[in-house]
């Protein structure tokens, strides 16, 4: 739970036309103040991988994954693993305390197999000749004291937000879900009040849920809001923000 930036790329394009958009957007990413900026990797089903590369080649695998919906025979819906074939991406540490951001595009099989109830159903997966990529990055724990503050936020949150501008300027089909707001508003105001009222709000959650569960590393809760020098601060304004009522309440 936390402050996000949601994204979903797609393009129908060939091999060579996904390898020189993710060129594109690795571009557009250099100039703009994160702290860090990978190159670009790339796996292919058909590649040799060194035991050294295992560990590398999973995560893309797992990162460039799509999941579809399927409703079954007898009325259950399941959601379906989409492996990819080929992955093209590279990642971002956008400030101090942000998740990273990784951008890239996948290429799919069009069917799939899928085993329920002990029988192989082969599922269409409607990603023939596309190349897609949905991921999000939780911006908020760069607004954390420790790692910089608001403005730490903001420079993490606006350079992704940025980059996306970017990205939707290439021939993609781009949808952002920004938890803040900001990709519709552009008001930094507004994204200052939001990060205030979201560290508030989870401050607030994982304050009751420590009182619970206590904060043993096996048993207990971990949270990077805990780790904040004003967590109480925080977690006593969003428990009055809970606290007051809504304008449908009396």
Known sequence: MGLSLSYEIRATVSTEQARQLVQQMHAAALDLP???????????????????????????????????????????????????????????????????????????????EFTYRGATHLIETGLAGQYTWAQACKTQ???????????????????????????????????????????????EAQLRKQLASWNGLVAALAGQMKDQLGTDPDTGIQAPILTAPDFEHLEAKGLTEWSEPTDDEP
């Not at 992955?87 to 998740?99: D, R």
């Open 34 to 112: 994160f702290n860090e900026v990978d190159d670009i990797q790339e796996w292919r089903t058909d590649d040799v991988v060194l035991d050294e590369d295992r560990s590398a080649v999973h995560l893309l695998k797992m990162l460039g994954s799509q999941y579809g919906q399927k409703r079954m025979a007898d009325g259950e819906d399941r959601w379906i693993d989409i492996p990819p074939r080929h992955v093209l991406a590279f990642s971002i540490t956008p400030a101090e305390g942000s998740e990273t951001a990784v951008f890239g595009l996948a290429a799919h099989p069009p069917v799939v």
């Open 141 to 187: 724990y760069a607004g954390l004291q420790q790692h910089g503050g608001v403005d730490n936020f903001l420079q993490a949150h606006q350079s992704l937000v940025t980059l996306l501008d970017r990205i939707a300027k290439l021939p993609v089909t781009l949808q952002v879900s920004d938890d803040s707001g900001y990709w519709e508003h552009r008001d």
